[in-house]
């Protein structure tokens, strides 16, 4: 029993790993060393990539039935998320909705995150994570919604 149990477990393990087997995934590009001045603002660009041959619902999508793409994002306190601004969807239609124009985001992609530093924090450093919650979809379905983490550092200087 215990054999025929590992070569079931080993057969799955395998056909998941299978040659062409491609899982929906976005990645966040390295975010550069950001300095922002005391109780300044800066607008920090976050470049994501969906992989190819994935798409990903935008920020708005046409139908409330489909998944929003969002960020969300804590700084410590008092480093402060003044703003998140999404990037406008692409209208694209597909076999699986051939009638139906999708609001999506594929390769790549920027949000732009406006952050307030403290008046008195000068020489602090702080670090904002999240993370990117999507639902992503081929030319033929949709994939269980999945996260990316978020994370980089700010500098008040």
Do not use: W
């Not at 993370?131 to 949709?142: G, H, S, T, V």
């Amino acid at each position: 029993m215990k054999i025929a149990l590992c070569v079931l477990l080993l057969a799955a393990s395998l056909a998941a790993q299978a040659p062409g087997t491609v899982q929906p995934s976005v990645e966040l590009a390295p975010v550069g060393n950001l300095h922002i001045q005391p109780g300044g603002t800066k607008r920090v660009e976050l470049d994501f990539r969906v992989k190819v041959p994935f798409h990903i619902n935008s920020n708005k999508p046409h139908s409330n039935l489909l998944i929003p793409t969002t960020l969300k994002l804590v700084a410590p306190n008092p480093m402060e998320i003044a703003g998140i601004e999404y990037p406008p969807g692409e209208d694209q239609t597909f076999p699986f909705s051939p009638n139906e124009k999708l609001s999506v985001y594929s390769g790549d992609f920027t949000i732009y995150v406006s952050l307030k530093a403290p008046t008195a924090a000068k020489g602090s450093r702080f670090h904002v994570g999240g993370e990117l919650y999507f639902q992503a979809c081929d030319k033929n379905a949709c994939y269980p919604p999945k996260r990316t983490l978020v994370d980089f550092d700010v500098r008040v200087q």
